[in-house]
């Protein structure tokens, strides 16, 4: 039981020659995933089956990077893969199983002059239910980490800037919201600060 329990906590994402691996540091297995395009893994979470969800990004030539997501069995044996791309430019931030079996995506997308915050719901087949976006009150809009709440909640921290006269204001960025997209929680911190909290506002587009 210790050793197993030594094998699943030393799991992580490297990236060579444009693959995804899933690597132990004692090498119990070694697993590649995608390959068709160039991909790169940014996060790694268990999953209520014993298994591992997998979240990078991907990218084909003349098209803009969408996240790339691989769900796994307990020994990185790929169970599906799903692609999922938006209007401009993505940057996936990580993946969690939900309470009721599938994902939660969450990133952000970008094409100047503006970012915002791009999640997505999915069934346990990688199958959307739906997307949101967000953006904060400056036009660029990041998100850098995701977790899933004790609660049921998904907590995103980023970043929130913009440009003014010649000079840039940033500010630590942070959203909360339930299982339908709802937002519970919008809070900036930082340089350039707007206060504490702001009042909720609606998202860019909803599908």
Known sequence: MKYRIVYLSTIFLITA????????????????????FAEEGVSVRHTSDGGYIIAGNREAPYTY????????DSTGLPEWDASFKGEYYL??????????GGYFIAGSESEMPFSFIHSIKTDDNGTIQWQMYHEGN?????????????????????DNGGYSGG??????????????????????????????????RKPLMAM
Do not use: H
């Open 167 to 200: 000079s840039g204001c940033a500010e630590g960025y942070f959203l909360m919201i339930d299982d339908t997209g709802t937002t519970v929680i919008e809070s900036y911190v930082g340089v350039g600060a707007l206060g504490a909290s702001v009042p909720f």
């Open 17 to 36: 020659s444009s693959r995804i691996f899933a690597l132990d540091v004692d090498t119990l297995w070694i697993r590649t995933y995608g390959g068709t």
């Open 91 to 100: 940057s996936v931030a990580s993946a969690v199983q939900t309470a009721d």
């Open 65 to 72: 990077p969408w996240y790339y997501i691989v769900k796994t």
């Open 138 to 158: 400056y036009p660029y809009t990041y998100c850098n980490a995701m977790i899933a709440t004790s609660d049921g909640y998904f907590a995103m921290g980023g």
